[in-house]
């Protein structure tokens, strides 16, 4: 195993945005709603945290506080946004297609593309906080159609396994990107193996709750692990351990040169 980098808990980037002042037509909510964010990798001022990760710009791990505090609506191109919902509830509004109005709750994930541009906007309708991670990734082609999709991972039904949720798998949201997004949650200890597609892909290993050995890396909550250059992963996990891994493939330098050519301010 190659390990690019371990990224503890505590070394993540952190933001708190008030819904005040020249925040409020950002973000949503009364004076005292804000957004936690702790950021795994960073993205111009959206972002603080180490480089991206293949084609990963962003990976949040966000919390919106008060009744109606999020995102207003706001404009992307040449994204993908994912978003993996653990508690609370989302409304995500977009204008993709024929224009969406969802809902989502715990287990519940989406993929919005924004391609050739798009609009989306996200609340915490309730008193409750919502809870979620968010994923940006560089599309492989520029000026798609937008698109949105979302489903639901059970956490009961689909425990001790690694399950696809994003990527080219049986019941897998598609993505347009060599890109994939895994869930495990497991309630029995035991050794379980990640295989990605090659050694030129790069998988991060993010782990939310419990605790997760990989060769001489022991991980606990919040604590991150990229990894290149290896066919498979072996990881010892303990009970009441939940995991994501998110695989890339890994794009060369002029790739990426040639895609930030093509952002403006709103991502």
């Not at 950002?26 to 180490?50: D, K, L, T, W």
């Not at 919005?112 to 309708?125: D, N, R, W």
């Not at 869930?183 to 997760?212: A, K, M, N």
């Amino acid at each position: 195993m190659t390990q690019s980098f371990l990224l503890r808990a505590k070394d993540r980037g952190h933001d708190v945005i008030y819904s005040e002042g020249s925040a409020s037509s950002y973000v949503a909510g009364h004076p005292s709603s804000f957004i936690s964010r702790e950021s795994s990798f960073n993205f111009h001022q959206y972002q603080s945290g180490r480089p991206g990760f293949g084609a990963v710009r962003v990976w949040g791990d966000e919390t919106f506080h008060g009744a109606g505090c999020g995102y207003n609506m706001h404009p992307h191109h040449n994204f993908v946004i994912c978003a993996f919902v653990l508690e609370g509830e989302l409304t995500h509004v977009n204008t993709a297609g024929r224009g969406t109005v969802d809902q989502l709750r715990q287990g519940d994930y989406y993929v919005f593309s924004a391609g050739s541009g798009g609009k989306h906007c996200e609340l915490s309708i309730g008193p409750e906080d919502m809870h979620a991670f968010y994923l940006w990734l560089i599309p492989n082609q520029l000026y798609l159609p937008p698109s949105y999709l979302r489903s639901h991972f059970d956490l009961r039904e689909r425990r001790n396994r690694i399950v696809q949720l994003v990527g080219d798998a049986d019941g897998a949201l598609p993505v347009p990107q060599d890109l994939r997004v895994s869930r495990i949650v497991t309630d029995l200890p035991g050794t379980y193996t990640y295989t990605q597609r090659s050694p030129q892909h790069g998988v991060f290993v993010f782990v939310v709750d419990g605790e997760l050995k990989s060769g001489d890396v022991t991980l606990g909550r919040r604590d991150s692990l990229g990894v290149s250059g290896a066919e498979t992963i072996e990881c010892q996990m303990a009970d009441t351990t939940d995991v994501f891994f998110v695989e890339t493939s890994m794009p060369d330098n002029a790739r990426v040169r040639e895609w930030e050519k093509h952002q403006g301010d709103d991502g």
